[in-house]
């Protein structure tokens, strides 16, 4: 993210172009010996950190290959690296990492607690920034007008702070989307597209955890401009988008006529925009960001996981000929996958980045399970990333599971599939991955499309329980529809899990069945979340809703959050 004023800089666009695509270049050139740059990465991981306490304790210095590594350390989750973590934020050095950390990364994991990921400069500089320019590069290069203009990019993520809060040594502990690269680790370059925008930075005072209102005011800018793309990462920001805009229309159209901004004077009264706003809402009925931005060209976010279920609907919404192009898999702790290319789904290992292993998704994670490294990988299969690197996290598995779809010169590309987390009411064990791949096969079988959705187990009266699916549908179902797509889910579920379908035969679990909520019942569950002081970041597409509170808050709420009776 970060540095807004660097976009205004002379020759600023062309050295970000320049450092981008000679990242992608770099990257490129590592995959041609996949082995030897994990070796590479292996070697200088553990020379760097080999006077460590983690690293006395686990015997770094006599570590030479990877199975040497792996029988020396454990797999790890977060919650084993916590204790050394918190002496780390604590003011204790050199407990993971020979480098202090600068800056702790928040990231909500699979439960929404806040974990401290502890960055360093090292990490950055080798694990870090390469991937995170080489990131930019399909859309630099196939959508160059994107940097045509510093308002040319929305971007939904960028979200500075003034006065961040900060662990017990005064480091800063933040998104990565509120971190200034540049000012924090000299990089004036690492300013994303859309940070040099007259609402990267808002010119009114808002509380720094009144999150919708900084979105509507951002949006209600936005609209004055000629936007080309909308970069969102997570993929539920940029879904709200359409319903934001007839959310808040009449608001944004009386804003832009008067020239204010949170009904404060900002700028000239702007009446001819107002009408043409007006004409559009007046003649199409509902308001699309296609129409208000019809030179739109790309969207820059996940597009797999829930996404992937209503992603085609999703761009027609910003226009027909509009591209959308996968960020990144990756999570605060590290990168896994990188695009090098305009595939719509996934990104090539970032094999110089972190040392690589996997196990298969529906493998339980344990100290001792066995890994597997990237070579020896198979496509169209699903596996948990284990990842070390340079910064202190070891064999470290952060609850991601990707999918890997096939291999470019040997090296696996890979797509984020959904988190590790499972739902075993009943034996089934059944993976966020899998409810998804056997939604699309529903919705490739009979035509229909989805907006958003989410199941839980509840009781049944024909065995213990079984799982309801709400759906929020582009156009209405039939009753027919209703109960074919509800077969055809029960068979996707089946062919995906075979602990499901011994769990249906055994009576354990009886059919699914579907509750219809209205089209905009996930924006607005989305928008509760914001108002309640969760970022917009970390506010995301869930398959698994368990919590009888959310549960409840997403299928009754109604526009004015009053609950409405069935």
Wanted: charged content about 25%; hydrophobic content about 40%.
């Amino acid at each position: 993210m970060n540095t807004a004023g660097s976009w205004d800089t002379p020759g600023h666009t062309e050295r970000y172009r320049a450092r981008v695509f000679q990242e992608r270049d770099r990257l490129t050139a590592s995959l041609a010996d996949m082995r030897q740059e994990q070796q590479r990465v292996l070697a200088d991981l553990l020379d760097f950190n080999a006077d460590t306490e983690f690293g006395k304790h686990h015997g770094f210095a006599g570590i030479r290959t990877i199975d040497e590594f792996r029988r020396a350390v454990p797999l790890q989750d977060y919650s084993a690296h916590a204790p050394y973590i918190d002496r780390m934020a604590a003011g204790e050095a050199n407990v993971l990492s020979a480098d202090p950390a600068v800056v702790y990364f928040t990231s909500s994991g699979s439960t929404g607690a806040h974990k401290k990921i502890p960055v360093t400069r090292r990490f950055m500089r080798t694990t870090f920034f390469p991937f995170y320019y080489a990131a930019w590069a399909p859309l630099l290069e196939h959508f160059p007008e994107v940097l045509s203009r510093p308002d040319a990019v929305l971007n939904l993520k960028h979200d500075p702070l003034s006065a961040p809060p900060t662990t017990a040594d005064g480091r800063p502990h933040v998104g990565a989307s509120q971190v200034d690269f540049g000012e924090m680790f000299g990089e004036p370059l690492s300013a994303e597209p859309g940070t040099g925008a007259p609402w990267a930075t808002l010119p009114v005072d808002v509380a720094p955890d009144d999150h919708l209102q900084k979105t509507y005011l951002r949006l209600r800018l936005a609209v004055q401009s000629d936007l080309r793309c909308l970069i969102g990462i997570n993929p539920a920001m940029i879904a709200a988008v359409p319903y934001q805009l007839n959310l808040w229309w009449p608001r944004i159209v009386r804003e832009v006529r008067d020239g204010t901004l949170g009904g404060v004077p900002h700028r000239a009264p702007d009446p001819e925009r107002a009408r043409e706003l007006e004409r559009l809402a007046d003649y199409f009925g509902v308001v699309r960001p296609a129409q208000v931005w019809p030179r739109l060209r790309a969207l820059f976010c996940w597009t797999t996981g829930v996404a992937s279920l209503y992603m085609p609907a999703l761009r027609e919404e910003f226009g027909a000929g509009v591209t959308a192009l996968p960020a990144p898999v990756a999570a605060s702790e590290g990168p896994s996958g990188v695009a090098l290319d305009r595939h719509g789904s996934a990104g090539s290992l970032v094999v110089s980045a972190s040392v690589y292993e996997f196990v298969p998704a529906d493998d339980d994670l344990l100290p001792g399970t066995e890994t597997l490294l990237p070579h020896e990988l198979e496509a169209g299969r699903d596996y948990h990333v284990v990842f070390s690197h340079v910064g202190g996290l070891y064999r470290y598995a952060g609850g991601d599971v990707v999918r890997v779809v096939d291999r470019v010169g040997g090296v696996p590309r890979l797509e984020y599939a959904g988190r590790n987390t499972r739902s075993d009411a009943a034996g089934e064990r059944l993976r966020d991955a899998q409810v998804v791949r056997a939604l699309h096969r529903a919705l490739r079988a009979t035509g229909l499309r989805l907006r958003n959705v989410a199941c839980r187990v509840e009781p049944s009266a024909g065995a213990a329980v079984r799982y309801t699916f709400a759906l929020a549908a582009t156009t209405p179902w039939s009753a027919a529809e209703d109960g074919r797509f509800a077969a055809l889910l029960d068979q996707g579920l089946t062919a995906e899990s075979a602990d499901y379908g011994r769990a249906r035969a055994d009576g354990r679990l009886d059919a699914p069945v579907l509750r219809h909520l209205d089209r905009d019942a996930f924006h607005r569950d989305w928008h509760t979340a914001v108002a309640g002081g969760i970022r917009p970041t970390q506010v995301k597409d869930r398959m698994f809703r368990q919590d009888d509170a959310l549960w409840q808050r997403l299928t009754h709420t109604t526009t004015d959050g009053e609950n409405r009776h069935e």
